[in-house]
Nanobody
């Protein structure tokens, strides 16, 4: 089992920045990829960014150039630095941990609201 807890969400003005954190605990050794997904009002959950155990990254087109995913192996924590935020980025952001086989693990989510 893997437990994930997100933090760092909140209200920010357009053009502002936030850094989300996801602290992982439990059977971390089983996880090969971690990532961030988001679900906006009336929308389906969608990929934001992923990072592999060796540091390889992948971004949704909407995140490229504005968001950066990183991980601190010593702290078992994954970060999402979000810059130049737009109202369309308003969503609940979920941390995801994917083992090589079996079901994914999800955190409870953290709300990000971009509004003036």
């Amino acid at each position: 089992q893997v437990q994930l807890v997100e933090s760092g969400g909140g209200l920010v003005q357009p053009g502002g920045s936030l850094r989300l954190s996801c602290a992982a605990s439990g059977s971390i050794f089983s996880i090969s990829v971690m990532g961030w997904y988001r679900q906006g009002p009336g929308k389906q959950r969608q990929l934001v960014a992923t990072i592999t155990r060796t540091g390889g990254t992948n971004y949704a087109d909407s995140a490229k150039g504005r968001f950066t995913i990183s991980r601190d192996g010593a702290k078992n924590t994954v970060y999402l630095q979000m810059n130049s935020l737009k109202p369309d980025d308003t969503a609940v952001y979920y941390c995801n941990a994917r083992p090589p086989a079996g079901v994914d693990y999800w955190g409870p989510g953290t709300q990000v609201t971009v509004s003036s």
